[in-house]
């Protein structure tokens, strides 16, 4: 595990995810993975975000008022 300069962040992690009682391997886990999949799923919550507001735009441009 590369930890430029997180020795302390690195470990935590690994004691608190009970990295060493799990069936995973690590050397198959390539560097950066867990920043990759934080950033996918950033981008997943912006594009939600922005499909939400997209709709809601769509809605209320098409509505009806109550009269």
Known sequence: MK???FHHSA????HESLLHKS???I???PPGA???LLQKGL???EVEWHL?????LFLS???FPFI
């Open 52 to 56: 939400t507001e997209v709709n809601f």
């Open 23 to 25: 069936s995973i391997n």
């Open 34 to 36: 867990l920043i990759t």
């Open 3 to 5: 930890n430029e300069g």
């Open 61 to 63: 441009f098409f509505s």
């Open 11 to 14: 470990f935590a992690l690994n």
């Open 43 to 45: 981008q997943y919550v």
């Open 27 to 29: 050397s198959a886990v």
